[in-house]
């Protein structure tokens, strides 16, 4: 008689992948805990999350800089905020009157300087 072939044994089923952490409130949570954090969620290294958040803040200086003077300058990270940079002109010294002792006072000159405003939009609203 014939030898039976043996059955190959079964394939062990592929490990899962284990479930990331579950996302609570932190008082204050470093830098590193937080690509950690993110990197664990989607799947990636945090080598890769910082590398992320380093592109994103290069494309957000380049949208951001040198706005003009009736030319604000907009970025949005979309669903969450909006970023704006307005240019302010320089404010030469002036004489007025001081509203708090209702005197004559010199106002010191101020340097021109860029503004920065964050605003949340309607993502980030409907979370907190």
């Known amino acids: 008689m014939a030898k039976k072939a043996a059955k190959p044994a079964p394939k062990a089923a592929p490990k899962a992948a284990p479930k990331p952490t579950k ?3 932190a008082a204050k949570r470093t830098k590193s805990e937080l ?7 989607a799947g990636i290294s945090r080598k890769q999350v910082a590398s992320v958040f380093d592109v994103m803040g290069q494309v957000m200086a380049a949208d951001l800089a040198k706005p003009g003077k009736d030319k604000p300058k907009v970025f949005v990270v979309p ?3 909006k ?7 320089a404010v030469p010294e002036r004489k007025g009157i001081d509203p708090f002792s209702k005197t004559e ?4 000159a101020k340097p021109a300087s860029t503004a920065i405003k964050i605003r949340p939009l309607k993502g980030l609203k409907a979370m907190v």
């Open 23 to 25: 996302i609570t409130a």
């Open 35 to 41: 690509f950690g954090l993110i990197g664990e969620h």
């Open 79 to 81: 669903g969450l905020m």
């Open 83 to 89: 970023v704006m940079s307005r240019f302010k002109p």
């Open 105 to 108: 006072k010199v106002f010191k």
